[in-house]
């Protein structure tokens, strides 16, 4: 399994950035997918999934109606598009797939900073 998470930047409350995820290294279409975040000085939580087929499952009630996963299975890759930013969504931002490996794994992550 290999999974690159990009995308994150520094960005002002308000503003919109698009995560991705490009996944390797197994059959990306029959598994869901979903996305972390890390906050600094919390626990890792579980954000968005999606499933093989491109139901949205809402974990975060925090990023109902501002966050939008999606899937594009030709590319290997999940997205996480991200509008109307806050400060509390900054966090390291990781994807994963479900039901996870058979070992701990995590990719490198994407660092999403929202501040003024």
């Known amino acids: 399994v290999q999974l690159v998470e990009s995308g994150g930047a520094l960005v002002q409350p308000g503003g919109s950035l698009r995560l991705s995820c490009a996944a390797s290294?197994?059959?990306?279409?029959?598994?869901?997918m979903r996305w972390y975040r890390h906050p600094p000085g919390k626990e890792r939580e579980l954000v968005q999934g999606?499933?093989?087929?491109?139901?949205?499952?809402n974990f975060a009630d925090s990023v109902k109606g501002r966050f939008t996963i999606s899937r594009d299975n030709a590319k290997n890759t999940v997205y996480l598009q991200m509008n109307n930013l806050k400060p509390e969504d900054t966090a390291v931002y990781y994807c994963?797939?479900?039901?996870?490996?058979?070992?701990?794994?995590w990719g490198q992550g994407t660092q999403v900073t929202v501040s003024s």
């Open positions: 994963n797939r479900f039901p996870p490996p058979p070992y701990e794994y």
């Open positions: 290294g197994f059959t990306f279409t029959n598994y869901d």
């Open positions: 999606i499933t093989s087929t491109g139901s949205v499952i």
